[in-house]
């Protein structure tokens, strides 16, 4: 048989397929864009999960018009540097680089990207359809970015078959959005649609940014039913808040972890905050936690894979221990502790 290229097209469909898996994958670029685009607004709009529309908005860097058009094409970034003195990818200090995402988004639904740079005179916009790229044109708008995608896998039907109910993928897009925003009280992020109860966090800052963001995001009670953590061993770090023994939930959905400013999603982290409270609550119930790691950034991949989560650290064992430790530390420092919340939240105590 012939051995055939595949067309540009094609590739880029395939990659889409792992890139974007869901609505949710899609927010999830989108917004870190934003954020290494240095904004300080980020408006999140969606329709019917995501698929319908999803449209993140924010008043970062922008872009130049000639610019635009390499935005949507594959492993085009502006964010690594593959020529001066810090070339590689040993130094990443942004949330993307590998320079796909526009590119795989284009590909799968209909995509439109708006911008306008600092001292351009006006904005430009650029579709990608399916794959098809259509020339740039002049579009009103003020400074920053506009990415809007509809109809999102329509060119990869086989995704879709794939998708939870709207209700579902409005949910893991809200849960999304929530971890991005806890690591950055400093930019204001709002989420609205049809589809679901719309949410509005204020930018925060100072001292107390990081409690107050993740009170926004948690619910206030967990500003008081929650110890702070502070710890620190062999250089990583080693902060956050983890809540009372008497306020746990039935899942573990409320347990937050970020590595370096990422959010991550960690098996061998949830597992152990669970070990860490295996003495003072029920196996049936889930503590809450917000905790965020920070090491040398040669000692964690946090870029196993590009959708996923997962982080692979050079010291599980010493990150296990540190966590474990600095928690219970804090547990029997706190000794036996009424949640301010609801009496009702007791029943579930020890
Ligand atoms: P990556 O983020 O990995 O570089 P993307 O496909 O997500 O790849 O984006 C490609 C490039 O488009 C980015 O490197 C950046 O230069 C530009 N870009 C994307 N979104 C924005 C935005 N919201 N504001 C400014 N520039 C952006
Ligand atoms: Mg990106």
């Known amino acids: 048989m012939a051995i055939r290229r595949l067309p540009e097209e094609i590739v ?14 899609v927010v999830k670029e989108l917004v870190e864009n934003s954020i290494d685009a240095g904004a300080r607004t980020i408006e999140i709009v969606t329709a019917a999960g995501g698929v319908a529309l999803i449209r993140v908005s924010d008043d970062g860097s922008g872009m130049e018009a000639e610019d635009l ?50 001292d351009a005179a006006e904005g430009w916009e650029i579709t990608v359809d399916g794959g098809r790229v259509a020339p740039l044109r002049p579009t009103g708008l003020s400074r920053g970015t506009r990415v809007e995608v509809r109809d999102l896998f329509f060119a990869t039907p086989a995704r879709l078959k794939f998708l939870k109910s709207e209700r579902a993928e ?12 806890m690591a950055h009280p400093e930019i204001r992020f709002s989420l609205a649609g049809d589809d679901r109860a719309s949410l509005d966090y204020p930018a925060v800052g ?28 062999e250089g990583v770090e080693l902060s956050g808040y983890a809540g009372l023994p008497t306020v746990g939930r039935a899942n573990g959905l409320q347990q937050y972890f970020f590595v370096n400013g990422r959010p991550v999603r960690d098996k061998q982290l949830t597992g152990a905050l669970r070990a860490a409270y295996a003495d003072v609550m029920k196996r049936d119930r889930h503590p809450v936690a917000a905790l965020f790691l920070a090491l040398d950034p040669a000692l964690v991949d946090v870029n196993v894979h590009p959708a996923k989560a ?17 928690i219970r530390q804090a547990l029997a420092a706190s000794g036996p502790r009424a949640p301010r919340a609801a009496a009702g939240a007791t029943v579930s105590a020890i």
């Open 69 to 118: 058009g390499l935005a949507v094409e594959r492993h085009a970034t502006s964010k690594l540097d593959i020529v001066g003195p810090n070339a590689g990818l040993d130094d990443i200090r942004t949330l993307g680089f590998r320079g796909e995402a526009l590119a795989a988004i284009g590909a799968a639904g209909r995509l439109c990207l708006a911008s306008r740079s600092k």
């Open 170 to 181: 409005a949910a893991a897009i809200t849960d999304v959005v929530k971890r991005l925003a």
């Open 206 to 233: 100072g001292a107390g940014a990081r409690l107050a963001r993740i009170g926004q995001a948690i619910g206030d009670d967990f500003r008081s039913d929650s110890l702070a953590i502070e710890a620190r061993r």
């Open 310 to 326: 997962e982080v692979r650290f050079r010291d599980p064992g010493l990150v296990r221990g540190l966590i474990v430790g600095a």
């Open 12 to 25: 880029n469909r395939i990659a889409a397929g792992e890139v974007v898996e869901r609505p949710a994958s």
